[in-house]
């Protein structure tokens, strides 16, 4: 596969400050001045698709391990946290999510051991196990949702030392905050040496073997973090965005629906993507449903309008595909490069042009 | 005291079925092994054959015409798609064109039920009645789909052996460097393939829409067809037929005999749990082409 090594940056500053500036609008300016349907419609299921992204990059972009079975772990997460919380009321609410994730990666791991012998399409069929027999467990045992008829699961208050989120700014910030916390201790790990074994295994798992890195360790251990953010991820989706679920939210189109994010636009790899992917991805349907009503509302029921849409999203991913298959974020740094080289022909060692070119 | 006949009974039942989930795997089989994309649309492909040819008899064609009317389109499609879709990705990695057929699979839905609507419509071949041999049910029904699934096998087989188109797709599908080299078009052989495809996909769309009603449900049928095509390895027509028989058999059975016990409903899993199963052991599916790998 022809995807390119992480960018290991050599210029820390130049992201440092991009990423300050981004956090600092995010917690500054956006609690106070979002309105609550763009806090609680938009960025709220924005943050927790950016952290399922970023966890499906660790598996299928950083390791190339392909999943398809990835709202399994979300539901996993949601409905572990919602157990968590209804069984031990005593735990405080981070534990919970910590936990929650924990169990996430369990399951993960086990659904993880037929990658040690599978490759391509028989191991993204065999994840596809995880997604229907998660889904059909939680539907089938009233157990997991304190037997609910249909599963549905009502989010507890979310309090943290005494402290409750209850209003959409308030839970759009501690969204953030867990999204910011787990995306850079990812970043950190994909900077160490299992980061790199990560890589190796993708790039060529043959040669990964031969100079030395541990295969099963390496996989597993990639398949546990992932679950583990997706799982965190879906606590989010399930108690800070929905806030109501029920096992029929996570069926196969949302595991599509975050592949899409990392392959069709985020590219795979890379975890800026991931954000720019699920943004897009969040905001492109509110977008097209409301230009295709405005347009054409008048003249076509609904029925129509939704069939219509759903062309319009399948010609969207086969005409990115065709346009940059690496993913539209590629597309966006030549982009970038040949502007600001075009602008700055002698820059000095540390800018951004040498981090957008690699 | 086990009961036998009724193992029996549920057994040939399964491997009746089985048949049907092969003629779904057949299809992805074909393109799978001439140009190794994994074709997710293949189910919209079959709902929108089954669509097509209901709405044409409902509008007042008449059986044949509108048989010819629907393999006409089903042609049609399977060119465009080569032609707009598959040509421009060539030589990308196996999951972005897998990405493409899920879109594909979207865009067909879509045109499917926006050409002609979203109801169920029925979809009766006369043949429906159940008759019985040494004491055990048989469907009549399941009986001609299997006809059906054999003569189309064997057809292919001719085909694949005897004409030039076929000898072409044989010798891409074994080592494409090596057929462009000795001058076969591969963009034609693909195109070929897409079209024997559209037909696999009108005759499973047929026997489907027959059995479950012509819906928007038909395209899940891929979802029954991976499993098979995870045992049966996915660059072998024999292993998506044997695949097929074995997941139908091992379906009904586990839906039977241990479905009661976990409180139903096992069937939308037991088939990947088998096949993963199996791959353990070999992890290329029974009939698939061994990965040598070289460093």
């Known amino acids: 596969m022809a995807i390119p090594a992480s960018s290991k940056s050599s210029c820390p500053s130049a992201e440092t400050l991009w990423g300050a500036i981004v956090l600092m609008v995010a917690y500054g300016v956006v609690p106070f001045v979002g309105s609550d349907y763009l806090l609680d419609a938009v960025l709220t299921p924005f943050l927790a698709l950016a952290l399922a992204a970023v966890g499906l990059n660790v598996l299928t972009g950083y390791t190339g391990q392909v999943s398809l079975g990835s709202a399994a772990f979300l539901a996993v997460g949601a409905y572990a946290a919602y157990n968590l919380h209804l069984r031990i009321p005593s735990l405080p609410l981070l534990i919970d999510l910590v936990l929650a994730g924990g169990i996430a990666a369990a399951v993960g791991i086990l659904f993880g051991l037929p990658s040690l012998r599978l490759?391509?399409?028989?191991?993204?069929?065999?994840?596809?196990?995880?997604?229907?027999?998660?889904?059909?467990?939680?539907?089938?045992?009233?157990?997991?949702?304190?037997?609910?008829p249909s599963g549905v699961i009502d989010a507890p208050v979310l309090t943290i030392a005494g402290i409750s989120f209850t209003n959409a700014a308030e839970r759009y910030v501690f969204s953030l905050t867990i999204v910011v916390i787990s995306t850079l201790l990812t970043l950190r790990l994909l900077r160490s040496q299992s980061g790199r074994n990560f890589i190796a295994v993708r790039d060529h798992e043959v040669a990964a073997k031969v100079i030395g890195v541990p295969l099963l360790r390496t996989k597993l251990l990639a398949f546990g973090i992932?679950?583990?953010?997706?799982?965190?991820?879906?606590?989010?989706?399930?108690?800070?965005?929905?806030?109501?679920?029920?096992?029929?939210?996570?069926?196969?189109?949302?595991?599509?629906?975050?592949?899409?994010?990392?392959?069709?636009?985020g590219g795979l790899g890379s975890l800026r993507g991931s954000f720019i992917g699920a943004a897009f991805i969040v905001v492109f349907p509110l977008l097209?449903?409301?230009?295709?009503?405005?347009?054409?509302?008048?003249?076509?029921?609904?029925?129509?309008?939704?069939?219509?849409?759903r062309i319009v999203i399948g010609a969207l991913i086969i005409g990115f595909l065709i346009a940059e298959p690496r993913g539209l974020i590629a597309l966006w740094d030549r982009t970038w490069s040949t502007l600001w080289s075009a602008r700055r022909t002698a820059a000095p060692t540390c800018s951004l042009t040498q981090r957008s070119l690699q | 005291m086990f009961d036998y006949q009724f193992f029996i009974e549920v057994l040939i039942g399964g491997l009746l079925s089985g048949v049907m989930y092969s003629l779904v795997a057949i299809g992805f089989v074909l393109i799978y092994k001439a140009s190794g994309v994994l074709n997710f649309a293949q189910g919209a492909m079959l709902l929108f054959a089954a669509l097509t040819f209901v709405?044409?008899?409902?509008?007042?064609?008449?059986?044949?015409?509108?048989?010819?009317?629907?393999?006409?389109?089903?042609?049609?499609?399977?060119?465009?798609?080569?032609?707009?879709?598959?040509?421009?990705?060539?030589n990308q990695p196996p999951i972005t064109l897998f990405m493409a057929t899920l879109g594909l699979s979207?865009?067909?839905e879509g045109?499917?039920?926006?050409?002609?609507?979203?109801?169920?419509?029925?979809?009766?071949?006369?043949?429906?009645?159940?008759?019985?041999?040494?004491?055990?049910?048989?469907?009549?029904?399941?009986?001609?789909?299997?006809?059906?699934?054999?003569?189309?096998?064997?057809?292919?087989?001719?085909?694949?052996?005897?004409?030039?188109?076929?000898?072409?797709?044989?010798?891409?599908?074994?080592?494409?460097?090596?057929?462009?080299?000795?001058?076969?078009?591969?963009p034609r052989v693909w195109a070929a393939v897409w079209t024997v495809a559209g037909i696999v996909a009108?005759?499973?769309?047929?026997?489907w829409g027959a059995r479950l009603g012509v819906q928007f449900s038909l395209?899940?049928?891929?979802?029954?067809?991976?499993?098979?095509?995870?045992?049966?390895?996915?660059?072998?027509?024999?292993?998506?037929?044997?695949?097929?028989?074995?997941?139908?058999?091992?379906?009904?059975?586990?839906e039977v005999y241990v479905g009661p016990s976990f409180g139903g409903g096992i069937e939308t899993w037991v088939a990947y749990v088998a096949a993963l199963a199996l791959l353990l052991i070999r992890p290329s599916g029974l009939f698939g082409k061994k990965l040598v790998e070289r460093v």
Do not use: C
Not at chain 1, 119 to 147: I, M, P
Not at chain 1, 237 to 244: D, G, I
Not at chain 2, 144 to 172: D, Q
Not at chain 2, 202 to 207: E, H, P, Q, S, T
């Open chain 1, 119 to 148: 490759r391509g399409f028989y191991l993204a069929v065999s994840t596809l196990t995880a997604q229907f027999f998660v889904q059909w467990a939680l539907t089938k045992f009233g157990w997991f949702s304190n037997d609910n």
């Open chain 1, 226 to 265: 992932s679950s583990f953010l997706i799982g965190v991820a879906g606590v989010l989706w399930a108690f800070a965005y929905l806030r109501t679920v029920e096992p029929a939210g996570f069926n196969l189109d949302r595991s599509f629906q975050i592949l899409f994010i990392i392959i069709i636009i």
């Open chain 1, 288 to 309: 097209l449903s409301r230009v295709g009503a405005a347009l054409l509302g008048s003249v076509f029921d609904s029925g129509i309008l939704e069939m219509s849409q």
């Open chain 2, 55 to 90: 709405s044409l008899v409902e509008r007042g064609a008449s059986l044949p015409a509108a048989l010819v009317a629907t393999l006409a389109t089903m042609i049609v499609l399977g060119l465009a798609i080569e032609r707009t879709v598959l040509r421009p990705l060539v």
């Open chain 2, 106 to 108: 979207y865009v067909i």
């Open chain 2, 111 to 186: 045109a499917a039920q926006l050409l002609w609507g979203t109801q169920v419509h029925g979809l009766d071949i006369g043949i429906s009645d159940t008759f019985e041999v040494a004491g055990v049910l048989i469907s009549r029904f399941d009986l001609f789909a299997a006809a059906v699934a054999g003569s189309l096998v064997a057809v292919f087989a001719l085909f694949f052996r005897y004409t030039r188109t076929g000898l072409s797709f044989r010798a891409v599908a074994d080592d494409q460097f090596a057929a462009l080299a000795v001058g076969l078009r591969l």
């Open chain 2, 202 to 207: 009108l005759v499973g769309g047929l026997l």
């Open chain 2, 219 to 254: 395209s899940l049928v891929v979802l029954k067809a991976l499993p098979v095509l995870v045992l049966g390895g996915f660059d072998s027509i024999l292993g998506a037929i044997v695949g097929g028989l074995v997941v139908g058999a091992i379906e009904k059975l586990a």
